[in-house]
């Protein structure tokens, strides 16, 4: 790590995990930390299901929830940024404290549980870089109250499909209970049968990857696998 580097990490660090992530977004959104723009290297591009990433690292979901630094995030070099996940309507999330540092393991655990601002603050963010270069992938997933779950599914197809260069539905959280479930051969059937018909009538149709947890059972990737691959994931 560079000198500015290790200054910047121990000043995140006297903070709480949570409020170090909220004081990085806001510096994105003031066009910190300026930096020179990234290189590109032919050697480093990647394509896939129609996308053209210019390199193979991206911001994963969780980091920026409700689509508010995307553009800064490619600007920093990442060769995509994936916003969300994102719910139909906010949520709170877990009690905090929620995230927790494992520093000699370089790593964070996690239980924010889907706390984000909604599909509406989310899509009118996105409506407004429509048109700007660079993939943004959108992750959507369900309300913990939702009593259609699925239909949440269908309905951030819908509404993201337009600004989406592709979407992630996210089954992989353990943070909402439940969720995990639908990872089940019958309930995934169902899901990816919805999300599907609600891509075709959708506004455009970007490419659909399914975010699984990382830790299923062969079997369970087996059947995962089958679905995927017949429902055209
Ligand atoms: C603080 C935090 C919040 C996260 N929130 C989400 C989320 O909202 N949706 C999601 O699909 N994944 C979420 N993740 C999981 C990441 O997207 C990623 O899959 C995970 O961190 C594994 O990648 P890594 O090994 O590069 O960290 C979150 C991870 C962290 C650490």
């Known amino acids: 790590m560079s000198l500015l580097d290790r200054i910047g990490q121990k000043l995140l660090f006297s903070f709480d995990p949570e409020t170090a992530h909220g ?20 050697r480093l591009m990647v394509s896939l299901c129609g996308l053209d ?44 404290p929620r995230i927790f540092r494992l ?13 984000n601002e909604g599909h509406a603050a989310a899509a009118k963010r996105l409506a407004a870089r429509k048109g700007r270069e660079g993939i943004v992938g959108v992750n959507i997933g369900a309300n913990k109250d ?12 819908a509404r993201f499909a337009p600004y989406a260069s592709y979407l992630t539905v996210n089954i992989s959280s353990p943070n909402t209970p439940g969720l995990r ?18 891509r075709a009538k959708a506004a455009a149709h970007p490419p659909i990857f399914l975010k699984i947890a990382p830790d299923l059972a062969e079997a369970e990737l087996e059947d995962v696998a089958a679905e995927v691959i017949e429902k055209r994931i």
């Open 103 to 115: 520093t000699a393991d370089e790593a964070v655990i996690n239980r924010l549980g889907f706390n």
């Open 146 to 157: 939702s009593a259609d779950r699925i239909g949440d599914y269908e309905r951030g197809v």
């Open 181 to 198: 479930n639908m990872q089940a051969r019958e309930q995934l059937g169902e899901l990816l049968s919805r999300v599907m018909a609600a």
């Open 53 to 96: 990433f210019p390199n193979p690292l991206g911001m994963a979901a969780g980091y920026d929830k409700n689509a508010e630094v995307p553009d800064a995030l490619l600007k920093l070099g990442f060769g995509f940024a994936e916003v969300g996940t994102i719910t139909p309507l906010p949520q709170r999330g877990n009690p905090k």
């Open 23 to 42: 004081m990085s977004i806001a510096a994105l959104r003031c066009g910190l930390p300026v930096a020179s723009p990234p290189m590109r290297d032919a």
